[in-house]
């Protein structure tokens, strides 16, 4: 079993739409969260960053965390064009080494 | 902030050469860097775990003889690629932790990725 799951998609929505990207986890010991995106042939860029449980917010993007199910979210509202890209989550237990998903490509369509 | 360089972002070379890849913090200083692989559409692979002024942890696996590491200043770490092989033809992306965000100690910021291509 992977320590990060992550569903390749690809997620296909209409602009406007609201996103729903997951993953689990099964190291317990995990505490940061961060969800990074990345275009193709571009480096990862820190989109979301998390501690333990609970919710996050910065503009249209919320990151949801729940500990107790192992399982962290990232939601899209009003969907763009320009959201279209590689997400991965990733997690750490305080190490510094990050333990990335296989990342969900999405794509908006206009 | 947080801004990671990497150069060359593209490089094409023969099979048997030696291809050295530069990380920089540019507005930042990162004790520590990491250097990754990505393959197409899989994701990032942590190749080696780079601290300055000390040697590099590699991951297993990771032929430290062959992917050498050099963390000499607080902004800089290079990946050297030596006697490259065409297997050796990949994404390579560098990362580097912000000690004074205040963030997270975990944060990584990353660089835009270097495309090997060895012939």
């Known amino acids: 079993q992977k320590e990060v799951e992550q569903d390749p998609g690809p997620l296909s929505v209409p602009e406007g739409a609201i996103v729903s990207l997951n993953c689990t986890y099964s190291?317990?010991?995990?505490?940061?969260f961060m969800w990074y995106r990345q275009y193709s042939r571009k480096g990862p860029e820190l989109l979301m960053y998390?501690?333990?449980?609970g919710n996050k917010e910065d503009g249209r993007f919320t990151a949801q965390v729940d500990k107790s199910s192992k399982y962290i979210s990232l939601f899209i509202r009003d969907s763009q064009p320009s959201d279209s890209a590689t997400y991965l989550c990733a997690t750490s237990g305080g190490f510094q080494k990050l333990v990335f998903g296989t990342g969900t490509r999405l794509l908006v369509s206009p | 902030g947080a801004v990671v360089s990497q150069h060359p972002s593209r490089v094409i070379c023969k099979s048997g050469t030696s291809v050295k890849i530069e990380c920089r913090s540019l507005?930042?200083?990162?004790?520590?860097m990491f250097w990754y692989r990505q393959f197409p559409k899989q994701s990032l692979m942590l190749m080696a775990t780079?601290?300055?002024?000390?040697?590099?942890?590699?991951e297993q696996g990771v032929e430290k003889d062959k992917f050498l590491i050099n963390h000499a200043s607080l902004t800089l770490s290079t990946l050297t690629v030596t006697s490259a092989h065409p297997e050796d033809s990949s994404f390579y992306i560098c990362s580097a932790r912000d000690v004074g965000s205040g963030i997270s100690t975990d944060t990584q910021y990353f660089g835009p990725g270097t495309r090997l291509t060895v012939l």
């Open positions: 780079s601290n300055e002024g000390s040697k590099a942890t590699y």
């Open positions: 507005d930042f200083q990162a004790t520590t």
């Open positions: 190291n317990s010991a995990f505490q940061y």
């Open positions: 998390t501690y333990s449980s």
